[in-house]
């Protein structure tokens, strides 16, 4: 599978954007999928997973209430929406798909080495 990142841009701190991660192939659905970000100097980090169902979600606790992770099989896209955001928020963008199935409501781990597959990152910049 194939992952494509889309819809980073330079926002104002208190604005609004919406990352959309589009996979190519026909396993979309059978797996967990999440986002990662990586600001400049640091590790990259776990923001967002969602179940295989849709129906569960994760979320790293600097974005809850904030952010929102949803995906639509149908059209084999993965979605973050993200509000309010922060300067904080700054970083690379990446969604990733987990490494495993798993069952049909587990939600995907936290951890970089549980997912294989990788998009290309899309930078997202809010100034304050």
């Known amino acids: 599978v194939q992952l494509q990142a889309s819809g980073g841009g330079l926002m104002q701190a208190g604005g609004s954007l919406r990352l959309s991660c589009a996979a190519s192939?026909?396993?979309?659905?059978?797996?967990?999928m999440g986002w990662f970000r990586q600001a400049p100097g640091k590790e990259r980090e776990f923001v967002a997973g969602?179940?295989?169902?849709?129906?569960?979600?994760d979320y790293t606790d600097s974005v809850k209430d904030r952010f929102t992770i949803s995906r639509n099989d149908a059209k084999k896209t993965m979605y973050l929406q993200m509000n309010s955001l922060k300067p904080e928020d700054t970083a690379v963008y990446y969604c990733?798909?987990?490494?495993?199935?798993?069952?049909?409501?587990?939600?995907?781990?936290?951890?970089?080495?549980?997912?294989?597959?990788w998009g290309q990152g899309t930078q997202v910049t809010v100034s304050s």
């Open positions: 192939g026909r396993t979309f659905s059978d797996y967990p």
């Open positions: 990733a798909r987990n490494r495993y199935r798993l069952n049909w409501d587990v939600i995907p781990g936290r951890m970089r080495d549980a997912y294989d597959q």
């Open positions: 969602i179940s295989r169902s849709g129906g569960r979600t």
